[in-house]
């Protein structure tokens, strides 16, 4: 049985917004990516997969403290977002590694202020939403995902993924 590497705590992050560095070592929520479904009599209801359809993909970003960065994100428009983070890798000898990751998303902010409890002694953290229109992930600079709504792409390890234009949903 073939040992695979195991992938342990992330050690750093940063966020950048259209090229400027937000944060560093803050929560980011990657956006799932799920094909829309529709329902086939097959023997009973089956929920089948539709390749060109994708349910709305949403990332979000935790920030910690109210700051002129969180204007910035929640400033109406689209916006260029970049989550970079290295991750520690156990080998099977238990030597750890660093891989570096990276995901690239074009968003618009879904809030104008995200609001937060203000109390005595305790942290705010401040949670801005996006709706992601594009993101590609890369593992050690090489894309191992990318998803495209506008383009209508969708690559996953170099092998694009066929995107047949159906109407009937």
């Known amino acids: 049985m073939q040992f695979i590497d195991k992938t342990a705590a992330v050690e750093a992050s940063s966020f950048y917004c259209d ?21 086939a009599d097959i023997m009973g209801a089956v929920d089948i997969p539709v390749m060109s359809r994708l349910e709305a993909m949403e990332t979000s970003a935790t920030i910690n403290g109210m700051n002129k960065h969180i204007t910035t994100l929640c400033k109406p428009g689209k916006k260029n977002l970049d989550v970079r983070w290295l991750e520690n890798i156990v080998d099977k000898d238990g030597n750890v590694t660093q891989k570096g990751r990276k995901a690239l998303m074009q968003a618009f902010p879904k809030k104008v202020f995200p609001g937060g409890d203000i109390e005595p002694g305790n942290n705010t953290d401040y949670e801005i939403p996006f709706t992601v229109l594009a993101i590609e ?27 047949i234009d159906t109407n009937y949903l």
Do not use: H, M, Y
Request: neutral net charge; charged residues 25%; glycine residues 4%.
């Open 137 to 163: 992930v890369f593992e050690e600079g090489t894309s191992i995902l990318k998803v495209n709504r506008l383009t209508r792409e969708i690559v996953i390890n170099g092998t694009k993924i066929p995107v």
């Open 19 to 39: 090229k400027t560095q937000i944060a560093n070592d803050i929560k980011v929520t990657l956006p799932e990516i799920v094909f829309q479904t529709v329902e």
